[in-house]
């Protein structure tokens, strides 16, 4: 059990039994589920003007590519997006670049949506640097109907590498729990909440999912044997183990960054402590050695750390121990309750939550510099997780009395929600870059 659990205990702490009732692939959830909208909010503090029209042909398909692609490349808060649909260009189009340049735009991308005989539609995008005078190319996909909306978030990604340099993630996948109709659901979405699925259904809440570094299992807490066991799921085939069903209370398991180890928070001795066990549960081994709250793993990058929230100094501060083994150091002294540490995938920042003023806000602390800001001005956030390439960080909060998700860029500026009709949203982890099967 974490120290986010206790905030609302009510929803999450140690519950009562739980019935696992929706095995096998992966379920599509009803329109009420599925549908998110995006609320963006924030100017950042540099953005790249980029035109984009509307692909040719867009109306013959079920998924509007151009609107999708605009909304990734603004929530990422390094673009601002100019209406090119009058001109109705598409990959094959010779724009007049000059003409564009007086409009203010530095790149333009235009793109068509061909559907084929098949059912399939194929896919094809252009995009020219405006200020160079420049084609930098474009993708050409055919996919099933229901990989449109993939295919725009791949189009968005190769726009956002072309033009800041760095990897995009807006074609990766985010998971979170959920309430709905009496019954909870382990969700996974696209990156911008849409085309929800649940691979699992249960009348009791699920907590602490966590994504493997493959992209394909996630391991959560379960209570299907009445007491909290670790349990892995594969997600597309909804095959699952269980992993830690030891004696007391098994919890907040967190995946090493090759995949082959979980840190679990283990009660089997007496006390909640960490412990390190192999990906199918074997080679159990003592982590940390206290007589206090140790739980909230989270790994380093490089493996060679974890970090994890402890009371040993007598409220809940975030802590750092050689994966090896041995003495923890403090890291998070600004504050007297500190949880829920995210380390970016690159190493630089660790996200976490803080209580300011009765209130709960994300914070996002420089590793090298140990400088801490607040990301948030909310009140009640909780379960900080970083997007792959380690430029936002998604989370939970409350706001006009719900629970929804809401991405952030790192400096604050720009903040996207995720809203939806299901009352209870919460514990997102956005997961990693997709690896292929060995």
């Not at 079920?62 to 990422?76: G, K, N």
């Not at 074609?171 to 990156?191: E, F, M, P, W």
Request: charged share 20%; hydrophobic share 40%; proline share 6%.
């Amino acid at each position: 059990m974490s120290f986010s659990d206790s905030r609302r205990s009510a929803c999450r702490g140690l519950l009562t039994g739980l019935a696992l009732t929706a095995g096998g692939a992966a379920l599509p959830l009803s329109s009420a589920l599925a549908q998110f909208r995006v609320e963006i909010s924030g100017v950042g503090a540099t953005q790249i003007p980029v035109a984009i029209g509307r692909f040719r042909d867009e109306s013959r398909s079920p998924a509007a590519l151009s609107a999708i692609v605009q909304a990734d490349l603004e929530r990422s808060g390094l673009f601002k997006v100019l209406d090119a649909s009058a001109d109705r260009l598409d990959e094959t189009s010779r724009p007049a670049l000059p003409d564009w340049r007086s409009k203010g735009a530095d790149a333009l991308l235009a793109g068509s949506v061909t559907p084929l005989a098949d059912g399939r539609f194929d896919v094809r995008y252009h995009l020219w640097d405006v200020l160079k005078g420049k084609d930098q190319g474009g993708l050409s996909l055919v996919v099933p109907a229901a990989d449109l909306r993939q295919a725009a978030h791949r189009i968005a990604d190769d726009i956002y590498e072309k033009l800041t340099g760095d990897r995009g993630a807006f074609a990766t996948r985010i998971a979170y729990v959920s309430k709905s109709g009496g019954k909870h659901h382990l969700l996974v979405a696209d990156s911008d909440g849409e085309g929800a699925q649940s691979p699992l259904t249960s009348p009791q809440p699920i907590i602490s999912p966590a994504w493997a570094p493959d992209g394909r299992q996630l391991a959560y807490v379960s209570f299907e044997t009445g007491k909290p066991v670790v349990v892995v799921q594969d997600v597309s085939s909804g095959r699952r183990r269980v992993v830690a069903g030891f004696k007391g209370s098994n919890s907040a398991p967190a995946w090493s960054p090759d995949g082959r180890q979980l840190a679990v928070t283990l009660s089997r001795e007496g006390g909640s402590q960490l412990y390190l066990m192999g990906a199918d549960g074997d080679g159990v081994k003592r982590l940390t050695q206290s007589g206090a709250i140790d739980t909230e793993a989270a790994w380093s990058p490089d493996g060679a750390s974890i970090y994890f929230v402890s009371d040993r100094g007598g409220g809940p501060q975030i802590y750092r121990i050689a994966a090896g083994g041995g003495t923890p150091q403090r890291v998070t002294f600004s504050g007297a309750y500190n949880i829920s540490p995210a380390l970016s995938p690159d190493g630089k920042w660790m996200a976490y939550v803080s209580q300011v003023s009765g209130g709960y806000r994300v914070h996002l602390m420089d590793l090298a510099s140990g400088a801490v800001k607040a990301l948030t001005d909310t009140r009640d956030d909780e379960s900080p997780s970083f997007a792959p390439n380690s430029r936002q960080v998604i989370y939970a909060t409350r706001t006009q009395g719900r629970e929804v998700l809401m991405t952030t860029t790192l400096d604050g500026r720009i903040k996207a929600r995720l809203a939806t009709n299901v009352a209870d949203v919460r514990e997102p982890v956005w997961g990693p870059y997709l690896q292929p099967r060995r």
